[in-house]
């Protein structure tokens, strides 16, 4: 029997891991659902955009009528970009004319990390609340966070560099939490951004 007590949580699903970020949202007590459709988006009280590649999800959301919906989304639920979903989040993107929700106020660059051979494991320190956590960071052609505007958080550094920030109940990264086994950033993700249960988020 399904628990509806439980936040309902969509995984965008036109391309991407979607099934990994599913099982971590689910490890983290949400139920899940994936979104292909914009009336998908109706009965959920958040959203994951996965990575990918960020011309290829954004071409697909225009396709699938779902910009104008996820914009609309974001005014209600909450929101959680990885890699190219953050690309998709973001409101500046550098040396490129790139379509994008243009719903955080940060300044990326796609790739900045390099190319597919550049990819690395590296571990990520986390500041959430009073604590600093230390906890793994697969970065896949990820993206650099190059600059933050007003009102945007960083939650977590690598090298002294923003790595995860926040926004009201809009959260990005440049990694991929979902391929570690560590539901840690999901469930904050579920607990504080989706479901309210806010404690003081720490600004690193």
């Known amino acids: 029997m399904v628990d509806k007590s439980r936040p309902l949580v969509g995984v965008l699903a036109l391309q991407g891991d979607f099934a990994r970020h599913a099982s971590s949202l689910k490890a983290a007590g949400a ?25 290829t999800l954004m071409h697909l959301a225009r396709e699938g009528g779902m910009v104008q919906p996820l914009r609309d989304f974001a005014r209600r639920g909450a929101l959680m970009g990885t890699c190219a979903g953050l690309i998709i989040l ?3 993107l550098a040396g490129t004319d790139m379509e994008t929700l243009a719903l955080l106020d940060i300044k990326a660059e796609r790739n900045g990390f390099g190319r597919q051979v550049d990819s690395f494991i590296d571990r990520v320190d986390l500041h959430i609340g009073d604590q600093t956590q ?3 960071g697969v970065f896949i052609r990820a993206p650099r966070i190059l600059a933050v505007g007003q009102g945007v958080s960083v939650l977590a550094k690598w090298r002294d ?11 990005a990264l440049t990694f991929h939490p979902e391929l570690t086994g560590d539901a840690r950033i999901h469930k ?3 607990d ?6 806010e404690t003081s988020a720490g600004a690193a």
């Not at 560099?161 to 959260?171: D, N, Q, T």
């Not at 504080?192 to 249960?197: F, P």
């Open 31 to 55: 139920r899940v659902t994936r979104v292909v459709r914009p009336d998908d988006l109706e009965s959920c009280q958040g959203l994951v955009i996965p990575g990918g590649e960020s011309t």
């Open 90 to 92: 973001a409101r500046n």
């Open 134 to 136: 230390n906890v793994e």
């Open 161 to 171: 560099e923003p790595v995860m920030v926040r926004s009201g109940r809009i959260l």
């Open 188 to 190: 904050y993700f579920v």
């Open 192 to 197: 504080q951004l989706v479901s309210g249960k």
